[in-house]
């Protein structure tokens, strides 16, 4: 009885030391890791190491999907709470570590109050039990397609899909577990690990062997067809269309092929297990590099007011991102330009030697008004805040054929080949890592031998767009007062 006394003793006064910690808790508050472009975006503390996501769709796409999220993830600090960016959802149970936990939302945080507090350097397995709302999309997470959903996670959208850690900077693995009727087709990033039929359901399970970013994940669910060629070297490549529309999208499918070596030709090997596009009936006015999967609207193949080289030119922009945004990702949203100015410049270069759209003469445009895009949007490589409520708005000029500009001068301040040595480099280095802009310029430096801090410090945080290189005469038209 001695030894009951002393445990319950002991139990009780941990119990009120809990409670005093717990009473001396502030109130939970959304967190970020201080992005400049969204400061309440992703959360301190933790790195997630691999996301496992079971979702149940019941064949409407206007009804919340039963979910649970398990995070796996260690503790770069010690933790009284775990802020998680999640929304659109309810929340009905939170586990650490196997222990039920208290939580509690806040803005677009969900904040978990563990059973005991986390010491630095323990491992963490986080339990959510929650629904996943296809409803209200328009500004990203889930999209709804004419036979189910897809998934447009850019920039700060996943989190309005599964609790996570949402950006970049923290990549992890990624396992889909979707269950559907039988009747419909459901692809995930990565590859199929397998597939169960049971009572007129299917459960497909899909793995990455690449870490990814939060903003690339792909779930698309609906009546598709999924097609396979061979990629270069043996590359599997695998399309995702409207089961309808297989053959009349065909010719554009199996231009894929080509487009993955020219591009292996010019920046080096192809980073991840497989690609292919997703072809989805919706109209999101934007295509998305999801990784291994690429999202496009099915118009831009079945309208002919897209003409052919338009057409290729975003399907190679946004095949270039599964090596600049995918592979390597930006560690702030600010390093933006290093996604979106590579995708352009190469799409830019393509339509050069495919369908002689001169690259010259693209860049002489975008010189033209690249002041006026500074002024409005700020400069590459510290572009100005979203607009408030329209998130997506980062993706401006400047972001795009202003951040090709920057390339097209560095190309022409150290040379071609030191050039092509740089973009091989660069893909390699920080291949599945997170990056900025100052380790670009730093790996540039390098590989041409001298300091060209000063060249990306005008290019890349001036007011004014500086000189080009070898262009004296090039102009840009100074903005127009308000």
């Given at each position: 009885m001695l030894f009951i006394s002393r445990c319950f003793r002991a139990a009780m006064a941990a119990a009120a030391s809990a409670a005093l910690t717990a009473a001396a808790l502030p109130a939970p508050v959304p967190l970020g890791i201080g992005d400049p472009l969204f400061p309440h975006l992703g959360n301190p503390g933790y790195d997630v190491l691999a996301y496992d996501i079971a979702l149940t769709y019941r064949g409407s796409n206007s009804t919340p999907l039963p979910a649970v999220t398990t995070i796996d993830a260690v503790a770069t600090e010690p933790l009284q709470r775990i802020n998680l960016d999640f929304t659109r959802g309810t929340v009905h149970s939170v586990d650490v570590n196997g222990a039920r936990a208290h939580f509690a939302t806040t803005d677009e945080d969900l904040v978990v109050r563990p059973a005991r507090p986390v010491n630095r350097g323990s491992r963490l397995r986080i339990t959510v039990r929650h629904t996943s709302d296809p409803r209200g999309a328009a500004d990203g997470g889930w999209v709804r397609t004419t036979d189910g959903l897809v998934m447009a996670n850019q920039a700060d959208a996943a989190h309005r899909v599964f609790p996570c850690n949402d950006h970049p900077a923290d990549k992890a693995w990624f396992t889909f577990r979707v269950t559907a009727p039988r009747r419909l087709t459901v692809v995930a990033n990565g590859l199929p690990v397998v597939r169960r039929v049971h009572a007129g359901r299917t459960t497909w399970i899909y793995r990455t062997?690449?870490?990814?970013?939060?903003?690339?994940?792909?779930?698309?669910?609906?009546?598709?067809?999924?097609?396979?060629?061979?990629?270069?070297?043996?590359?599997?490549?695998?399309?995702?269309?409207?089961?309808?529309?297989?053959?009349?999208?065909?010719?554009?499918?199996?231009?894929?092929?080509?487009?993955?070596?020219?591009?292996?030709?010019?920046?080096?090997?192809?980073?991840?297990?497989?690609?292919?596009?997703?072809?989805?009936?919706?109209?999101?006015?934007?295509?998305?590099?999801?990784?291994?999967?690429?999202?496009?609207?099915?118009?831009?193949?079945?309208?002919?007011?897209?003409?052919?080289?338009?057409v290729d030119s975003v399907m190679v922009h946004e095949l270039a991102h599964q090596w600049f945004g995918d592979s390597v990702s930006p560690r702030r949203w600010s390093d933006l330009w290093l996604n979106e100015g590579h995708a352009s410049w190469y799409e830019a270069l393509y339509s050069d030697t495919h369908d002689g759209r001169s690259l010259e003469r693209r860049m002489r445009d975008a010189y033209r008004h690249s002041d006026g895009w500074r002024a409005h949007d700020g400069p590459p490589a510290a572009p100005r805040r979203p607009e408030p409520g329209d998130k997506i708005s980062i993706f401006r000029p400047i972001v795009y054929d202003g951040s090709a500009l920057v390339l097209y001068a560095l190309r022409r301040e150290i040379g071609a080949a030191a050039f092509h040595r740089l973009e091989h480099s660069w893909v390699s280095a920080y291949r599945y890592r997170s990056a900025t802009s100052a380790d670009f310029s730093a790996l540039a430096s390098r590989i041409a031998g001298r300091d060209l801090s000063a060249f990306f410090r005008g290019w890349l945080y001036g007011k004014r767009t500086p000189p080009m290189p070898g262009h004296p005469r090039w102009r840009s038209t100074p903005p127009k007062a308000g």
């Open positions: 062997l690449a870490p990814m970013a939060t903003e690339l994940a792909q779930v698309s669910i609906g009546r598709s067809a999924v097609t396979h060629r061979a990629g270069p070297h043996g590359l599997r490549v695998r399309d995702v269309v409207p089961a309808n529309d297989r053959r009349r999208l065909e010719p554009w499918l199996k231009k894929t092929p080509e487009q993955l070596a020219w591009l292996e030709s010019r920046i080096g090997r192809y980073p991840f297990e497989r690609y292919g596009v997703l072809i989805a009936d919706t109209g999101t006015g934007f295509e998305l590099e999801t990784q291994t999967l690429s999202l496009f609207e099915r118009r831009l193949f079945t309208d002919p007011r897209f003409p052919e080289w338009y």
